[in-house]
């Protein structure tokens, strides 16, 4: 099938590779959001799917808005078969929707109907879901709402962050898009409507929802800092200045009575009181500076037992 691809960030960039891959389809086009400032210049940049687009040397649209008539009017000359789609980052019109002959498929990092929204990996390591997966379906005007045409499962880890699910997932993912393609264009695939019952929305994580709160239980604050990395990233407040916490160990028991955001520092170790019981902080990033493993960060800040983080 001649198609044409959408998609934006890195995380989209293992499905395009497939399907310039497959020999039974060709990438005719791909759709991605408009360069954008980025670094400490604020120069423009583009995105990690049109720099791949370019250097395969396929034609790169970047419309402001996929409404736009001369986006749309340009789709239609390329008069693709499918559009397939992976964290493309912009809402698609019904007056889009209609112009490739088998209408656009998005990959989608959750076992739908569960997760619908722009941050379905996250949630699930946040829920503390023992298994999510990637699912393909037909885009229809509603949130995630199309018929699925297949799925992929994947286990969630005790200590995986998004960053490292959605890693495996968009490997995983990308193999299934392939496939969905493949039963689209001989006819043997067609979509199924998703259940009624299981829906769960995922909406886009803020900065403030990263913030830990060291009066929920251990466990709590793991999967906080696990599902908020490496975006938006989890954090505290420490003398004034916002602290991000990169990862903790929250299965020792045995650690120091303390209180809710109290800390304990040993020459090898800080910990940081919960809900219930102490977690051990593993890496942190103060304001300003490079990732660093906590006790470097204590020993450096002159941190004693009986700060408090969360002030």
């Known amino acids: 099938m001649r198609l044409v691809f959408a998609g934006t960030p890195e995380v989209a960039v293992p499905a395009l590779d497939a399907l310039i891959a497959s020999d039974r389809h060709e990438v005719v086009a791909v759709v991605t959001r408009p360069d954008a400032p980025a670094g400490r210049g604020r120069r423009l940049v583009a995105s990690p799917v049109a720099e791949r687009a370019q250097e395969a040397g396929i034609e790169i649209l970047k419309p402001a808005r996929p409404r736009d008539a001369d986006f749309q009017a340009r789709l239609r000359e390329i008069a693709p078969d499918c559009c397939p789609v992976v964290a493309y980052g912009a809402l698609l019109p019904k007056s889009a929707l209609g112009i490739p002959a088998n209408g656009w498929v998005n990959l989608h990092f959750s076992l739908l109907p569960a997760w619908r929204g722009a941050a379905p990996v996250q949630h699930a390591v946040l829920a503390g879901d023992e298994v999510t997966g990637a699912a393909t379906f037909q885009i229809e005007e509603g949130l995630d709402s199309g018929p699925v045409f297949g799925v992929v499962t994947e286990e969630i880890r005790p200590t995986d962050t998004s960053g490292d699910l ?19 264009e001989d006819g043997t695939l067609h979509p199924v409507p998703q259940p009624a019952e299981g829906i769960s929305l995922a909406p886009k994580i803020e ?82 500076k490079k990732p660093m493993k906590a006790a470097d960060w204590a020993r450096g800040a002159r941190i004693a037992t009986g700060g408090r983080l969360g002030d």
């Open 207 to 288: 900065v403030e929802d990263a913030k830990v709160d060291w009066t929920a239980p251990a466990l709590r604050v793991d999967r906080v800092i696990r599902g908020c990395a490496p975006a938006p990233g989890a954090w505290t407040v420490f003398r004034g200045e916002r602290l991000k916490l990169m990862s903790v160990s929250a299965a020792d028991h045995t650690g120091p009575e303390l209180a809710p955001g109290e800390l304990a520092v040993t020459k090898k170790a800080v910990y940081a009181g919960t809900g219930s019981h102490a977690v051990e902080l593993l890496w942190v990033q103060p304001q300003g």
């Open 166 to 184: 959605l890693t495996r997932l968009a490997f995983a993912g990308a193999g299934l898009l392939v496939a969905t393609m493949d039963g689209i």
